[in-house]
């Protein structure tokens, strides 16, 4: 999942259903049950309604209300952001899109970008400070940004809180590699041991001490190295499902 751009959308077969609340599930599942604009997910935000949301507001584009290409999964506030916004008459838009001459709605102007058509990692980037920026010259994105209020506290909050797990996730794989990696070269060592005594024969009670010793020592921190792992590992797979969690169900969702 992205730390916190909006994600390029892709709509596989989409179905075609007379209303547009029947979309619900199709839209819920190919978002990630994650909010379209500020990628937010349902159990990221206890108590929060997603909803529909129209890209080509139903208000100017009553012909695309039940278009599934025209629809977008949202959470409350992207939703209430962005209403009805869209183009102005001065700029273009046009409300019947067949008819349009000037396809400003596809230039570098103040619009939202399209996720479904647009690659929004293109046109924005994400600082180390957690907020999102517009590459330079992308009034596209920095429309987007501002009326969708992207860096708004909750989410700059959020976007450290996935960086934070992601940077753990690593940290405990590379944890992971070194521990097996030191595990194995103990077994070599062990191995080199014993085929040292196998070639030089043990001839008397003190190199048979000897040999019974170092063996039960590398037997030990063998163990002690398989205990390391496991540990590990139950670490990897409780952050794992946090991480698989950020996605949940709400199965209460209305249609806007």
């Known amino acids: 999942m992205s730390r916190g751009i909006m994600q390029k959308l892709t709509y596989t077969n989409p179905p075609q259903y007379r209303t547009y609340s029947s979309y619900r599930k199709y839209l819920r599942s190919v978002s990630?049950?994650?909010?379209?604009?500020?990628t937010i997910t349902e159990n990221e935000s206890?108590?929060?309604?997603?909803?529909?949301?129209?890209?080509?507001?139903?208000?100017l584009f009553k012909d695309l209300e039940c278009e599934c290409t025209n629809l977008r999964y949202?959470?409350?506030r992207c939703n209430s952001y962005?209403?009805?916004?869209?183009l102005s008459a001065e700029q273009g838009c046009a409300k019947n899109c067949p008819d349009c001459e000037t396809h400003?709605?596809?230039?570098n102007i103040e619009r939202f970008v399209d996720c479904l058509n647009e690659e929004p990692d293109q046109l924005m980037f994400l600082e180390e400070d957690d907020t999102i920026h517009a590459y330079p010259g992308s009034f596209v994105a920095q429309y987007t940004i501002e009326f969708l209020r992207?860096?708004?506290?909750?989410?700059?909050?959020?976007r450290y809180v996935r960086k934070f797990m992601e940077n753990w996730r690593k940290e405990l794989d590379n944890k992971l590699k070194d521990a097996e990696k030191y595990r194995q070269s103990l077994e070599d060592k062990k191995r080199e041991f014993e085929s040292a005594f196998v070639v030089k024969k043990i001839s008397n009670e003190k190199e048979?001490?000897?040999?019974?010793v170092s063996t039960t020592l590398y037997d030990m921190m063998i163990t002690q190295s398989d205990q390391s792992i496991l540990f590990i590992k139950g670490e990897i797979n409780k952050l794992d499902h946090l991480l698989?969690?950020?996605?949940?169900?709400?199965?209460?969702i209305s249609s806007e």
Do not use: M
């Open 32 to 38: 990630n049950c994650s909010c379209t604009y500020c």
């Open 46 to 59: 206890p108590g929060a309604t997603f909803v529909i949301e129209h890209f080509r507001p139903k208000s």
């Open 74 to 76: 949202a959470c409350p």
């Open 82 to 86: 962005k209403s009805d916004l869209w």
């Open 104 to 107: 400003n709605c596809h230039t």
């Open 150 to 158: 992207l860096n708004r506290t909750q989410l700059v909050k959020l």
């Open 208 to 212: 048979q001490i000897q040999h019974d």
């Open 244 to 252: 698989d969690n950020r996605c949940g169900s709400d199965e209460n």
